[in-house]
C-alpha cells in the first residue's frame, strides 16, 4: 500500500466514516454469542434501533447488506405471482423492482424522471383503478441514494388511505437512516428497509426490517420460500436477545456505541447537522455555476448531493483527479447517470470542517481538469455555515 500523508476522505454516500470510538468498540474482542453478555448487548441494541426508525414495533437486525433486508421484506410478506407497485425514483428503485422480478413477483413500475421523487397522486390513482385489490404492496425508495432525491414517505401513506387501499407499505430508507428525519409508526409504514453504512456510521454488514403489526400477520400467510430471512425465527430468538444463527458480533458492539453516540447528540441535534452540511453543499455547488441533479427543492437530501457536470464534461475524470490529488472518494454517477454526475456524501459522522474540506478538494479538482466553474465556492459554503446567508438555496437563485 502506497502511503499518502493526511486523513483520507470518503465521502461517497455510504459507506461512511466510521469514528473511532466505533472502530474501537468493534476492535473489542469477539465475545460468545450464545453467552450472557450477547444477551444484554442484543436485548440493548434490538431496543435501541427503535429509537432510530421511531417505532414501537420489532426491529430484526440481519449479518446482511441492505440488500438482504430488501429481499427480506418481500419474502416475508409477498407470496409468488403478487403484484408490487415499485416507483422508479433512481437506480436504487430500479434494482429492488430486479430483485422482486427474481422472486416471481408481478412488478408494476410507475417510471419517474430520476431527478424528482415519488408522486404520491400517481400511486393513489394507480391504487383507485385496483378495485379487485390485486396489488399486495406498495415499495418507495424514501432518499435515492443515486439521485439525492428524498420522497415524502407520510404523503405516500395517505395516498394509499385516500385509496382505501389495503396493500402493504414497503420503504427503502437504507441511506438516509440516522441522516434524514424518519418516523416508522407516524407513517404507517409496515415494512422499512435500513442499514448500517451510512448515517449509523457503523462499516457494512448490518441491515435492518422494522416490522409493522399488518407486515407480521401478513407474514403468517406469505408463500415465498424463506430460511435465512425469516422473520419468524429471528423475532423468536431476539425476545431475549439472540439470533438464530451467528450475528455480527463485533458489528453489533459498534452499533451499541452508534447509539449512544446518537443519543449524546440527540436524534433531532444530528438531522440538523445534516441540514446544515446539505445546504452549505448546494449553495457552493450553485457557487461554482454547477446543477445539483435534483431538481424540486422541497426534495433535496440532506445526505448526500448528486452534482451535474456540464456537457462535454466526465464527473468521472473529475472524481479520479480528486482521487488521485487529494485522497477523497466520491459517489459516481449510477445507470443512466454514469459520468454525469458526481455524488457528494454529506452524511454520517461529519462537521463543518469536514464539509469545508471536502468542497474544497472539489473545488482544486474542477480548477486541475478545467470543468468552468466560479471560484470561492468554499467561502459561500462558510458564510451558509456560520449562518449568514437566508435559508434554502436552489438552483434558480
Ligand atoms: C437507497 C439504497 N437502497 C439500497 C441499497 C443497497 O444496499 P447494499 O449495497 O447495502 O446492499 C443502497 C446502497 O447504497 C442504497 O443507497
Redesign the pocket.
Known sequence: MTYQPGRPFLQI??PTNVPLPILAEIAKPTIDHRGPEFGRLGREVLTGIREVFKTAEPVVIYP?????A?EAALVNTLSPGDEVLMYETGW?AS??TRLAGRYGLKTEVIQGDWRSGVKADAIEARLVEDKQHAIKAVAV??????TGVASDIAAVRRAIDRAGHPALLLV????PLGSIDYRHDEWGVDVT?G?S??GLMLP?GL?FNAISKKALDASRNAKLPRAFWDWEDMLASNKTGYFPYTPATNLLQGLKMALSMMREEGLDNVFQRHNRAAEATRRCVMHWGLEVHCNNPNEYSSSLTAVRVPQGHSADGLRAEILTRSNMALGNGLGRLADQVFRIGHLGDFNDLAVLGTLAGIEMGLGAVGIPHRKGGVEVAMSSLGGNLAPQATNAA
Do not use: M
Open positions: 454516500p455510504g446482511a447488506s441492505g440488500t438482504g430488501w436504487f434494482l429492488w425508495v424514501h432518499n435515492e441514494t443515486s427503502d430508507t437504507i441511506s428497509v442499514g453504512q451510512k457494512p441491515s
